[in-house]
T-cell receptor, first 113, second 114 residues
Framework: KAGVTQTPRYLIKTRGQQVTLSCSPI?????VSWYQQTPGQGLQFLFEYFSETQRNKGNFPGRFSGRQFSNSRSEMNVSTLELGDSALYLCASSLGWQTYEQYFGPGTRLTVT | AQSVTQLGSHVSVSEGALVLLRCNYS??????LFWYVQYPNQGLQLLLKYTTGATLVKGINGFEAEFKKSETSFHLTKPSAHMSDAAEYFC????????????FGKGTRLSVIA
């Protein structure tokens, strides 16, 4: 069974631009969570989607948004990029909401210049 | 609110020596506890988890961890370190309803010296 896939793997953007990252969960998994990883702040939860509905949201500004499609694939969008948004963005999938075992993708490395 | 503290941002051991990575948690409810490993330029891989039942849990690659409620700890151990164990290790906590997000510690980088 294929694992969690994230595209693109690497991305370079300029301040003020927007970016969309994509995540395809493991087949059969219906819940997708997003995390931001930076050297300073570590791993921080962004949001979780289940059945196309956002179930949990972390403490990030409204520039960070996401959505989930009927096939469970998820996208996250960051608008008006700032230098501090440079990070590794990790997506994790699990079977469903209230299932605790999460499987992580390789991440998308975003660099904002 | 839940939190995780990992003692030591960097641990260095000799090949064949005991690996001990420390994790203490804070949670108002009995938590689920996890250890993840991250190799360079990769995502996180689940090593082991504690939910309920036996407090000593065994994971992949010879790792194990013991949940000690009285000490609010979940330390990760491996009897004999291998060069391939060099990586970043993260301890994480989740509320036992399963519907709260993972809260991660800052991570511990393990170096293995030949």
């Amino acid at each position: 069974k294929a694992g969690v896939t994230q595209t693109p793997r690497y991305l370079i953007k300029t301040r003020g631009q927007q970016v969309t990252l994509s995540c395809s969960p493991i087949s059969g998994h219906r819940s997708v969570s997003w995390y931001q990883q930076t050297p300073g702040q570590g791993l921080q939860f962004l949001f979780e989607y289940f059945s196309e509905t956002q179930r949990n949201k972390g403490n990030f500004p409204g520039r960070f948004s996401g959505r989930q499609f009927s096939n469970s694939r998820s996208e996250m969008n960051v608008s008006t990029l700032e230098l501090g948004d440079s990070a590794l963005y990790l997506c994790a999938s699990s079977l469903g909401w209230q299932t605790y075992e999460q499987y992580f993708g390789p991440g998308t490395r975003l660099t904002v210049t | 609110a839940q939190s995780v503290t990992q003692l030591g941002s960097h641990v260095s051991v000799s090949e064949g020596a005991l690996v001990l990575l420390r994790c203490n948690y804070s949670s108002s409810v009995p938590p689920y506890l996890f250890w993840y490993v991250q190799y360079p330029n990769q995502g996180l891989q689940l090593l082991l988890k504690y939910t309920t039942g036996a407090t000593l849990v065994k994971g992949i690659n010879g790792f194990e961890a013991e949940f000690k409620k009285s000490e609010t700890s979940f330390h990760l151990t491996k009897p004999s370190a291998h060069m391939s164990d060099a990586a970043e290790y993260f301890c994480a906590v989740m509320g036992n309803s399963g519907n709260t997000p993972l809260v991660f510690g800052k991570g511990t980088r393990l170096s293995v010296i030949a």
